[in-house]
């Protein structure tokens, strides 16, 4: 399994300030494995999470620091909702996504059926 960006930011600023995952998750008002969760994006990164680490690391970490944080935690809530597809849809997507996981590219046909598809907002 792999850490999110938040996830990163975080233990590398626990580790830089020698602080536990168990005391920021009490600080968070969560438990240890929720938050352990949210680090590796099995759990949802909410707004709410992103101000308790932040106000959690204020009285460690500086002004750039802090701002990684926010930035990578923004990064790690990009999600893709697909509730609203039907079943065989939400495959391709898990497969798609899988695929890139693993370090496989797109093949140039996906590629340019992608770029052809009107952006949001167009």
């Known amino acids: 399994m792999r850490l999110t960006p938040f996830g ?29 969760g949210i680090e590796y994006g099995e759990k949802r990164l909410s707004d709410k999470h992103i101000e308790a680490a932040l106000a959690f690391f204020a009285e460690h970490a ?4 802090l701002h990684q944080l926010r930035l990578a935690a923004e990064r790690s809530k ?31 046909e996906i590629r340019q059926w992608l770029q052809a598809q009107p952006k949001k907002g167009d």
């Not at 609203?84 to 798609?96: N, T």
């Open 8 to 36: 990163e930011a975080a233990r590398l600023l626990r580790m830089r300030f020698d602080v536990s995952l168990k005391a920021m998750a009490e600080a968070m008002a969560i438990s240890s494995a929720h938050l352990s």
């Open 62 to 65: 500086d002004a750039k620091q």
């Open 78 to 108: 990009d999600v893709v909702n697909t509730a609203d597809l039907d079943s065989d849809a939400r495959g391709l997507v898990a497969a798609f996504a899988r695929r890139l996981q693993e370090g496989s590219a797109p093949t140039e």
